[in-house]
């Protein structure tokens, strides 16, 4: 039958060079390790034998799948988790907490770290960066349209209000407020991340509304998931 295969039979898995069976799990743990140690390292310290050692594998697996580090970094920035769009949950204020809990619990993980360093490597000039951190803008530029656009169909907001102050009021106070902490706070807020994220959201909130935030049906970001 050639290369088709009878039905009940499985397909071999793809070999390497001198009959040697490729092993499946190596690339998803390879990327994964990519983004690990590029959010601990930067762009500058990246290094496939750093990426090898974490992922468990031998450097010359990494160059049977990528040739260069650049191709395996650019394609492990492909899966970087990003944060979530928080839902609708019936107001402007649960919204904005919504999202601070999000972008919290995003940037006290690893993958916070990775979303920084690529902002910070992408401020070099760096094609591929660039691209990345477009992407990620974009992201967050959308996430905080969707939630003002929301509002002001409720009423919440006047037509026309501009979601780009309050989106980078709110990214950046979450944002300064994970970088100013140590070890042991981090610790702490991952495990309590509304009692730091919400007192930000409403803050930021009420520069845009004018007053203090009023209270609706669902105040909690965390109540959502």
Same mark, same amino acid.
């Given at each position: 039958?050639?290369?088709?295969?009878?039905?009940?039979?499985?397909?071999?898995?793809?070999?390497?060079?001198?009959?040697?069976?490729?092993?499946?799990?190596?690339?998803?743990?390879?990327?994964?390790?990519?983004?690990?140690?590029?959010?601990?390292?930067?762009?500058?310290?990246?290094?496939?034998?750093?990426?090898?050692?974490?992922?468990?594998?031998?450097?010359?697996?990494?160059?049977?799948?990528?040739?260069?580090?650049?191709?395996?970094?650019?394609?492990?920035?492909?899966?970087?988790?990003?944060?979530?769009?928080?839902?609708?949950?019936?107001?402007?204020?649960?919204?904005?907490?919504?999202?601070?809990? /999000?972008?919290?619990?995003?940037?006290?993980?690893?993958?916070?770290?990775?979303?920084?360093?690529?902002?910070?490597?992408?401020?070099?000039?760096?094609?591929?960066?660039?691209? =990345? =951190?477009?992407?990620?803008?974009?992201?967050?530029?959308?996430?905080?349209?969707?939630?003002?656009?929301?509002?002001?169909?409720?009423?919440?907001?006047?037509?026309?209000?501009?979601?780009?102050?309050?989106?980078?009021?709110?990214?950046?106070?979450?944002?300064?407020? /994970?970088?100013?902490?140590?070890?042991?706070?981090?610790?702490?807020?991952?495990?309590?991340?509304?009692? =730091?994220?919400?007192?930000?959201?409403?803050?930021?909130? /009420?520069?845009?509304?004018?007053?203090?935030?009023?209270?609706?049906?669902?105040?909690?970001?965390?109540?959502?998931?």
């Amino acid at each position: 039958m050639g290369e088709r295969t009878r039905r009940g039979e499985r397909t071999a898995p793809p070999r390497t060079g001198r009959g040697r069976t490729r092993d499946p799990s190596v690339t998803p743990r390879a990327l994964a390790a990519a983004r690990a140690e590029y959010g601990v390292a930067g762009w500058t310290a990246f290094t496939l034998d750093g990426v090898a050692r974490r992922a468990g594998v031998g450097k010359a697996a990494l160059y049977r799948r990528w040739p260069t580090k650049e191709h395996l970094l650019a394609e492990a920035l492909q899966g970087h988790a990003r944060p979530r769009t928080p839902s609708d949950t019936g107001g402007l204020r649960g919204d904005a907490r919504a999202l601070a809990v /999000a972008l919290l619990d995003h940037f006290l993980a690893p993958s916070g770290s990775v979303t920084l360093r690529v902002a910070v490597d992408a401020s070099t000039g760096r094609e591929s960066f660039v691209s =990345h =951190h477009k992407r990620l803008v974009r992201d967050h530029h959308d996430a905080v349209s969707v939630l003002v656009r929301r509002a002001v169909e409720r009423g919440e907001l006047a037509a026309g209000t501009d979601p780009r102050p309050f989106g980078a009021a709110l990214y950046g106070s979450v944002l300064m407020h /994970a970088m100013a902490m140590g070890p042991r706070q981090r610790e702490h807020a991952r495990e309590h991340v509304e009692e =730091h994220a919400l007192p930000l959201a409403d803050f930021v909130l /009420a520069s845009l509304t004018g007053g203090p935030p009023r209270p609706d049906a669902q105040p909690s970001g965390r109540s959502q998931r």
